[in-house]
């Protein structure tokens, strides 16, 4: 019997590998049968403030999945406080986003957000990432502020917030709207494994996806169509696609440099070691 592993995706682009290794067979040739699942059924009803009581963190802590994909940040931090899983690796994309504002919004720079408040999804790839682009810009900690919302998209649109850190499909749909770009976002996704996942799974779950890049390598039209698929297809074209790096080993030097990051900016309550939060054989 193949082993089974049921996986929660976010049915963003970026964790769209997955479904491509399901649908091309390339997990069952490894032979996992991976359950894929491609949105919480609370919708954003289900993305509340506190990550604990989120859809698929509940699932994780319950038992009720075996791998969990999360931002790089994000990964450490549930790992941390959830008392659940290991990472297993990098994820096979660098996600992409933007900080966006409405078409009739006077702010032109990340610099004049200062103080603003922008909306994201709290302790999500957003979060992280909006932070450390307004730093970037020469805004300090202190005075970024963010504001979690469940629908970030109808809070900008609606005028609640001045800007929102979106990703696909999200950025096409405002840019559709008339939303503007104010900066690009980048960032690293985090595998998160239940305990029982061994290390030969492990590798089979790193070939498979490594093959679904490949696959969506060789041809970028079917690249969009597979990775933009919540978009209609008039969008598709100009679309924000993340990057297909891979899955590659998460190394100690890059988990501590995000780790120290973090424990500067106090968004973890202590430092987490390498040996309890990364399996890396």
């Not at 406080?81 to 994820?91: E, F, M, N, S, V």
């Not at 986003?97 to 919004?105: E, L, P, Q, T």
Request: proline letters at 4%.
């Amino acid at each position: 019997m193949p082993r089974t592993i049921r996986l929660q995706s976010d049915s963003n682009a970026h964790d769209r590998p997955w479904r491509v290794a399901v649908e091309q067979g390339f997990f069952a040739q490894e032979g996992l049968d991976v359950v894929y699942h491609e949105d919480n059924p609370r919708g954003t009803d289900g993305r509340v403030k506190d990550f604990s009581s989120r859809w698929k963190e509940r699932q994780l802590q319950r038992g009720a999945l075996e791998v969990y994909p999360v931002c790089e940040w994000g990964a450490i931090e549930r790992v941390q406080q959830l008392g659940r899983g290991k990472i297993i690796a990098l994820d096979a994309t660098v996600r992409t986003g933007a900080i966006m504002v409405r078409k009739d919004s006077r702010v032109e720079t990340l610099a004049e957000l200062r103080n603003v408040p922008i909306a994201v999804t709290w302790h999500a790839g957003t979060f992280y990432a909006a932070i450390e682009v307004m730093e970037a810009a020469g805004v300090p900690f202190a005075e970024i502020k963010l504001e979690h919302a469940a629908d970030r998209l109808d809070a900008l649109l609606s005028g609640r917030n001045e800007a929102a850190a979106l990703m696909e499909p999200l950025v096409s749909r405002a840019l559709a709207a008339g939303c503007r770009k104010i900066a690009e976002l980048r960032w690293r996704g985090g595998i998160v494994a239940a305990e029982d996942i061994d290390a030969e799974t492990a590798d089979k779950l790193r070939r498979a996806l490594n093959r679904a890049i490949e696959w969506l390598r060789a041809n970028e039209e079917r690249s969009r169509a597979e990775l933009l698929r919540d978009l209609p297809p008039e969008l598709r074209e100009g679309g924000l696609l993340p990057e297909l790096t891979g899955v590659k080993t998460y190394d100690a030097s890059e988990f501590q440099a995000k780790v120290d990051w973090m424990l500067a900016r106090g968004l973890l309550p202590e430092a987490p070691s390498y040996e309890d939060s990364v399996r890396s054989e």
